[in-house]
């Protein structure tokens, strides 16, 4: 398969720009999961499965040779469901190898923000956060700035300080960092096998959804039909869809089940950035999935 003839495991195919995009993405994501995986200088047979599940459904990188040598090796540690200190020490310095050299431009936030979604990624691919991934969180949030304001680090941010505030981390406290970082992620892997970019699961909680004269934005890809047959239904309920980002007149956004190719982060869009954004600013907002909006048509 060539670059000029992509096409993604829908058949839907690329244009020049989105396949730049969505392979920087890849990248970005890859180097944060790898970094994630190791913080705890530890690798356990679940993480190696997800990794290896995640590399496989990322076609923007099948012609990336760090990735095709992890996908090599991983198979040869999976092969027989055993990993011997000898093939832990070989994946465990691959692992830091493409680390060390998947050299990548930072100085765009959503670059940056790409490789932290990756990284929490990589620290719940055990089914578990344990206080040194707590710590390394802290400070990799610290040491990077830069993204302090963009969501969901505010989010993170908050809940580490509480977590922090005794100087004690707790098994409870890391099971409900766990429980937020695969809501904020959407990675459902441990209970479906599914390693593929999903959706945020952070969604505010609503009593009534009124559509009458509400403003209605929706993103992402619809399991219960296109993005107009979505918003035929909306307006036919009396909604005023706003197609493209939110604004002051918006009072639901509504997120898809799957993820959107195209977005600009792994679990969201700018659409869902901007709403979090007005929220931060005081703005009645709500942010929604699929399921709690067709509860009420």
Excluded at 80 to 93: A, R
Aim: negative net charge; aromatic residues 8%; contains cysteine.
């Amino acid at each position: 398969m060539t670059k000029s003839t992509q096409f993604d495991k829908d058949g839907q195919p690329y244009n020049r720009s989105n396949f730049t995009h969505n392979q920087q993405k890849a990248l970005c994501s890859l180097k944060g999961l790898l970094t994630g995986i190791v913080c705890d200088e530890s690798l356990k047979p679940a993480e190696l499965l997800f990794l290896n599940a995640w590399l496989k459904d990322h076609e923007f990188l099948q012609d990336d040779p760090d990735s095709a040598d992890l996908i090599d090796a991983l198979e040869d540690v999976l092969e027989d469901g055993v990993m011997t200190d000898e093939e832990h020490e070989d994946i465990f310095c691959l692992v830091e190898d493409v680390i060390a050299y998947k050299d990548l431009d930072y100085s765009c936030c959503k670059d940056h923000l790409n490789v932290l979604l990756g990284i929490l990624k990589g620290i719940t691919a055990d089914q578990e956060i344990n206080e040194s991934e707590v710590i390394f969180l802290t400070q990799w949030l610290t040491s990077n700035p830069d993204i302090a304001e963009i969501w969901p680090v505010p989010v993170l941010a908050k809940k580490i300080v509480e977590i922090l505030e005794d100087g004690i981390i707790t098994k409870d406290e890391c099971s409900e960092l766990y429980q937020l970082v695969n809501q904020v992620t959407g990675n459902d892997f441990n209970e479906t096998g599914d390693a593929s970019d999903n959706p945020t699961q952070l969604f505010d909680v609503v009593e009534t959804i009124t559509h009458t004269d509400y403003g209605f934005c929706f993103t992402g890809k619809f399991r219960s039909g296109s993005r107009s047959e979505i918003e035929s239904k909306a307006l036919n309920l009396g909604a005023i869809v706003i197609k493209k980002t939110p604004t002051l007149s918006t009072h639901y956004v509504v997120v898809g089940s799957l993820s959107s190719r195209d977005w600009a982060y792994s679990s969201h869009g700018r659409k869902i950035e901007h709403a979090k954004s007005m929220q931060a600013k005081g703005h009645k907002i709500f942010i929604i999935s699929e399921d709690q909006w067709l509860t009420t048509i």
